[in-house]
């Protein structure tokens, strides 16, 4: 069974930086498009950014763009999620999911849809 494990989050000043990354378990991580999402406190779920199985396409939510990274590593099953130039209004919990097995879901659905296997997440906090 697929599990997903984020870690790296912390508390930063505004204009810092953090590495985010979800490691992958149970299956090859190379069949699965993953995708970051974030929820803090009183909102709504959104995503953050997506990238395909291979790597070959990446999404970012208009509010991260320029200032995310999405990257994988198939070979060594991880995903990581770089956070730049970072906001307080990026305080919130960040979950990675994976899409169906062999499905596409990055490019033709997220963040509307796609992804149903989340971890636990991980605390990000930016001061202002």
């Known amino acids: 069974q697929l599990q997903l494990a984020e870690s790296g989050g912390g508390l930063v000043p505004a204009g810092g930086s953090l590495t985010l990354s979800c490691a992958i378990s149970?299956?090859?991580?190379?069949?699965?498009?993953i995708a970051w999402f974030r929820q803090a406190p009183g909102k709504e779920r959104e995503g953050v950014s997506c990238i395909s199985m291979n790597g070959g396409a990446t999404k970012y939510a208009d509010s991260v763009k320029d200032r995310f990274t999405i990257s994988r590593d198939n070979a060594n099953n991880w995903v990581r999620l770089q956070l730049n130039s970072l906001k307080p209004d990026d305080t919130a919990v960040y979950y990675c999911?994976?899409?169906?097995?062999?499905?596409?879901?990055?490019?033709?659905?997220?963040?509307?849809?796609?992804?149903?296997?989340y971890g636990r997440g991980t605390q990000v906090t930016v001061t202002p």
């Open positions: 999911a994976a899409g169906n097995r062999l499905r596409s879901a990055c490019v033709p659905y997220w963040p509307a849809r796609g992804f149903e296997s």
């Open positions: 149970g299956a090859p991580l190379a069949f699965y498009d």
